[in-house]
């Protein structure tokens, strides 16, 4: 089956310290992507990629990194520089022109099923 | 800047009826609008993208209108299910960019048995 998967479903971590949330597809999608969500609030973008190697900030990436050296996996670090980290981290996958559905636009993102970072 | 609206932030109906979820965007210059569903501690599914071009959208039960004119987009659901309650996002693409969504923060929608 194709999809996104993200790893771990639940992680706590101790102030001062780095982690670093996995997210794979197997989807064949170029681009990829990162978001935060709080409660109440719509998602936010941390980090997207276009392609391997190459990925730009999004709206919010203070105190995120991530890399893009293979086309399938994104993973996202969260480090001690990042002020309030606890979340619900969203990744997600989409390629220009394909789909399972006839006429779909490049915009269509298909999700991961999300790590819920807590910070003890 | 492109603003996108969900009001209510909630609601409750009982099963069975039909319902209306509400999208609202500032700015008309969209390439696409799309719905979707997020149940509790999960990922996003997508439920319906409307292109510019088109006036709904239709899988199942749910429709989906556009209407860039007036900034709004809805998504009806018809003869909802308890199974239907989750939150319900919608997303427009930012302008200048291929890849970059704006969000609305989502209508809790709950469906009382």
């Known amino acids: 089956d194709g999809g996104i998967t993200q790893s771990p479903k639940y992680l706590f971590r101790k102030e001062g310290q780095n982690v670093t949330l996995s997210c794979e597809q197997n989807?064949?999608?170029?681009?990829m992507y990162w978001y935060r969500q709080d409660p109440g609030q719509g998602l936010r973008l941390i980090y997207y990629?276009?392609?391997?190697?190459?990925?730009q900030k999004g709206d919010i990436a203070e105190g995120y990194s991530v890399s893009r050296e293979k086309k399938e996996s994104f993973p996202l670090t969260v480090t001690s520089a990042q002020k309030n980290p606890t979340a619900f981290y969203l990744c997600?996958?989409?390629?220009?022109?394909?789909?399972?559905?006839?006429?779909?636009?490049?915009?269509?993102?298909?999700f991961g099923p999300g790590t819920r970072l807590t910070v003890l | 800047k492109q603003e996108v609206t969900q009001i209510p932030a909630a609601l409750s109906v009982p099963e069975g009826e039909n319902l209306v979820l509400n999208c609202s965007f500032t700015?008309?210059?969209?390439?696409?609008l799309q719905w979707f569903r997020q149940d509790p501690g999960k990922g996003l599914t997508s439920l319906l993208l409307i292109q510019s071009s088109q006036r709904e959208q239709t899988s199942g039960r749910l429709n989906a209108s556009l209407d860039k004119s007036s900034g709004r987009s809805t998504l009806y659901i018809a003869a909802s299910q308890p199974g239907d309650s989750a939150t319900y996002l919608c997303?427009?693409?930012?302008?200048?960019?291929?890849?970059?969504?704006?969000w609305g923060a989502g209508t809790k929608l709950i469906i009382k048995p």
């Open positions: 997600a996958s989409s390629s220009p022109g394909q789909g399972s559905k006839k006429g779909v636009s490049y915009n269509e993102q298909f």
């Open positions: 989807l064949n999608h170029d681009a």
């Open positions: 700015d008309s210059a969209i390439y696409n």
């Open positions: 990629s276009q392609i391997v190697n190459d990925f």
């Open positions: 997303a427009v693409p930012l302008w200048d960019s291929n890849y970059q969504l704006i």
